[in-house]
């Protein structure tokens, strides 16, 4: 059964918090980065679908909710994009990503090779 990314990113980040082995982290941190890309790309489509019949005040005035205020010289597009974003970063799944990077971190376990760092 495949989960949603929400669910997988908080299944993965509460494994993550009894690993210490680095193959096994840096195996649910790259299962994490593919659910975070998932689940940006799920709200990008719902921040899509409800912002295209909002007038450009009722955005501003919903990305001045979300904490992404629309600033002065944004286009359209990237308010939407900075709407996705806050609504993503508040997300418990969005959280729980972050967590796993943290685990990870305390490992010394990340998705860049040494060789680009």
Not at 22 to 38: F, I, S, V
């Amino acid at each position: 059964m495949e989960m949603n990314p929400t669910a997988l990113l908080l299944d993965l980040a509460a494994r993550a918090q009894r690993m210490s082995d680095p193959n096994t982290l840096h195996g649910l941190l790259a299962a994490g980065h593919r659910a975070w890309c998932e689940g940006v790309a799920e709200v990008q489509a719902g921040v899509g679908r409800e912002s295209a019949s909002l007038s450009d005040a009722r955005l501003a005035e919903r990305c001045t909710a979300a904490g992404a205020p629309w600033e002065q010289g944004m286009t359209r597009g990237e308010a939407v994009s900075a709407l996705t974003f806050a609504i993503w970063d508040a997300s418990p799944a969005a959280m729980a990503y972050t967590e796993l990077g943290e685990c990870a971190a305390r490992f010394g376990v990340c998705l860049l090779g040494e060789e680009l760092l």
